[in-house]
């Protein structure tokens, strides 16, 4: 693996969301208009995978509290986080 990375051909695993994806799941998030369980079913991430992308972002101490079964497995949340 150390010859593979040294050679540049060890890249790690592809981000399941485009760069575009991302920052469009970011911009829904600030606008407060959309529940993490519609983002999630829209883009097709998991709750831990949205809590990285909104650090990757720059949101800090981002938290998400599940209240109540919204149906298809999902749940609606209470999502706090802070812009760093």
């Known amino acids: 693996m ?9 890249k790690g695993r592809a981000p399941k969301l485009t760069t575009r ?3 469009e799941l970011v911009r829904m998030y600030a606008t407060g ?3 993490i369980a519609e983002l999630m079913e829209v883009f097709s991430v998991t709750e831990a995978e949205h809590v ?3 650090q990757a972002a720059g ?3 981002v938290r998400i509290t599940r209240t109540h079964a919204a149906g298809g497995g999902l749940h609606s949340a209470i ?6």
Not at 2 to 10: E, T
């Open 2 to 10: 150390a010859i593979a990375r040294s050679r540049g051909r060890l």
């Open 21 to 23: 994806q991302q920052a």
């Open 33 to 35: 208009n959309y529940t």
């Open 52 to 54: 990285d992308l909104l």
């Open 59 to 61: 949101f800090a101490d």
């Open 79 to 84: 999502v706090q986080a802070r812009k760093a």
